[in-house]
């Protein structure tokens, strides 16, 4: 992910997409769900819709979690200003239109855009 080979990252959701339902874990008190996580590197609209697909299904709504900085998904799309990907940005505004005027306890008190 991390190096942003977009290509093999789909290819594994695919191959097992409860994967989406997975944190990541950056200290024992600090974790991330993987849909915030990959937002921060900037994915193609495919790759998140391939983590949003299992998520819907399962009904887990991780679209509207805050994570262990308080960011929706929506802060981490956006983090990218100019060059975010709109699609991205666009989708996770249409699965939840809230995210757009909830204030989170960010570290900053920001809204997501």
Known sequence: MQRRDWEKVLEFLQKYPSVSRQTVH??????????HEVLRYGPPLSVVDALL???????????KTTDSFGQMPLHAACSFGPDADVGVVNKLILIDPDALRTRTNDKHGRYPL
Do not use: A, G, N, V
Request: glycine share 0%; no cysteine; proline share 5%.
């Open 26 to 35: 950056h200290s024992k008190s600090s974790e991330t769900p993987l849909l």
């Open 53 to 63: 697909l299992d998520e819907i299904y399962h009904r887990k709504e991780t679209w």
